[in-house]
């Protein structure tokens, strides 16, 4: 399975920021679209990901308090990505290496989607409920052994 497949039953729904956007306003739009991460945008590319693991780091360094900073200084600069093409296997692998939730989709410099760890655990159990219903299916449809 592609990340191509997972995105088409996700839908296109992205949320963007760019980097100079209040770290206040980027924490509301996260609550209120009740959601774990930012694309952050400048110029048209993508610059880096905001996720709520920046944010708790945030306020811890800040004893609890967001802060009057923008994005730039808290969102991760250096995002791993993937390409619609990329194997949900491949994924898996990123994801766990790099302690990473969600991971942007990008091709030849276009911003196809967010994958998140959530995404894949779904698409990979759904894939294998389907296999384990078709062996289910043909072991009771298995023929009878002729005593020949």
């Known amino acids: 399975m592609k990340v191509s497949e997972i995105l088409k039953v996700k839908g ?3 949320y963007t920021v760019t980097p100079d956007t209040s770290l206040t306003e980027a924490v ?3 609550a209120e679209k009740d959601i774990g991460s930012l694309v952050v945008m400048e110029f ?3 610059v880096g990901m905001l996720t709520f ?3 708790i780091k945030t ?3 800040n004893k609890g308090e967001i802060g009057a900073s923008t994005v730039r200084k808290h969102m991760d600069d250096h995002p791993i990505t993937i390409t619609p093409d990329t ?3 491949e994924v898996r692998r990123l994801m766990l290496e790099r302690h990473a939730r969600y991971v942007p989709v990008v091709g030849a410099k276009t911003l196809y989607g967010v994958i998140s760890f959530y995404d ?3 698409a990979v159990f759904e894939a294998q409920s389907f296999e384990n219903k078709m062996l289910k299916a ?3 449809d298995w023929p009878a052994e002729s005593d020949e």
């Open 12 to 14: 296109d729904i992205l």
């Open 28 to 30: 509301n739009t996260m």
């Open 44 to 46: 048209g590319e993508l």
């Open 53 to 55: 693991r920046e944010v």
């Open 59 to 61: 306020l811890y360094e």
């Open 87 to 89: 194997e949900v296997n």
């Open 120 to 122: 894949v655990a779904k």
């Open 138 to 140: 043909y072991i009771r």
